[in-house]
């Protein structure tokens, strides 16, 4: 199975900051690669598809990038509402395999 | 608007079998694809597979015989079946729509989820 490490596993940083989650991929899997964002009580969120697609409804403020292997999820200013946890899921081989998260919180 | 609906017990005895649905409104199943995702106490998530518009199914190997994905599309439906459970089968169960946005495939459309705790 493709393996996903996303880094860090957890961040605080503070409002109007600009955030980069990271994701890396064990081998190549082109642009199939989405992110999501969890909070507790409600369902996954997706917020970048194809590696660099804004989702459906997704704040500007967000935005995905690749750089060979190496995904992110860039948040160009921080607002409370973006405390969550964030995946990485690559869709280029069955099985289907997400990153271990990353949970962000505001200072 | 597409919306999906997981339903199905919370509490499940281990050997049992837990049995999930996926009500959907606003949408066909005979169109896109329709999966089961599931997430563990401490965050780890798992794809669990798929069933196609077609009703062909594809599973995540790590079930390997446990799991089998099933449909009626009289009602709109789409199941859930995992065998044999244990108590590393606890997790909240969530349904999704892989559909087609633009570009490309993502999990647009998800359930609320379901919270399923195997214990005797």
């Known amino acids: 199975d493709i393996q996903l490490t996303q880094s860090p596993s957890s961040m605080s940083a503070s409002l109007g900051d600009r955030v980069s989650l990271t994701c890396q991929s064990s081998?190549?899997?082109?642009?199939?690669l989405s992110w999501y964002q969890h909070k507790p009580g409600k369902p996954p969120k997706p917020m970048i598809y194809y590696a660099t697609n804004l989702a459906d409804g997704v704040p500007s403020r967000f935005s995905g990038s690749r750089s060979g292997s190496d995904y992110s999820l860039t948040i160009s200013s921080l607002e409370s509402e973006d405390t969550a946890i964030y995946y990485c899921?690559?869709?280029?081989?069955?099985?289907?395999?997400f990153g271990s998260g990353t949970k962000l919180e505001i200072k | 608007e597409v919306q999906l609906q997981e339903s199905g017990p919370g509490l499940v005895k281990p050997s049992q079998s837990l049995s999930l649905t996926c009500s959907v409104t606003?949408?066909?199943?005979?169109?896109?694809?329709w999966g089961w995702i599931r997430k563990f106490p401490g965050n780890k998530m798992e794809w669990m597979g798929y069933i196609s518009y077609s009703g062909s199914t594809s599973y995540n190997p790590s079930l390997k015989s446990r799991i089998s994905i099933t449909r009626d599309t009289s009602k709109n439906q789409f199941f859930l079946q995992l065998n044999s459970v244990t108590t590393e089968d606890t997790a909240t169960y969530y349904c999704a729509r892989w559909g087609y946005n633009n570009y490309d495939y993502y999990f647009d459309y998800w359930g609320q989820g379901v919270m399923v705790t195997v214990s005797s």
């Open positions: 081998q190549g899997i082109g642009n199939y």
């Open positions: 899921l690559q869709y280029d081989e069955y099985p289907f395999t």
């Open positions: 606003g949408y066909s199943i005979t169109s896109n694809y």
